[in-house]
């Protein structure tokens, strides 16, 4: 699943996933996605795992999180 992260924090360290891209999300960098890191308010670009990576290629554009509180269209 996916994740946002900032410009400044950069490519998260999965536990479990291991992210191999970043997209940027509709509107960036004024994009209603955050990076998710606590106490972080700037822009998130979503971050892929391989599978989602994949997909984006084959024109997917809207994204899930680990706990499903948001889904996220990027361009
Ligand atoms: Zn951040």
Redesign the pocket.
Known sequence: MALA??E??GKPKGRTQTYVQSIKPLNWPKTAAV?G?SG?K?A?LIWLNESESRAYVSDQRVFGFNNASMKVRAV
Do not use: A, M
């Open positions: 992260r900032c400044h924090h990076c890191l972080c700037r998130g």
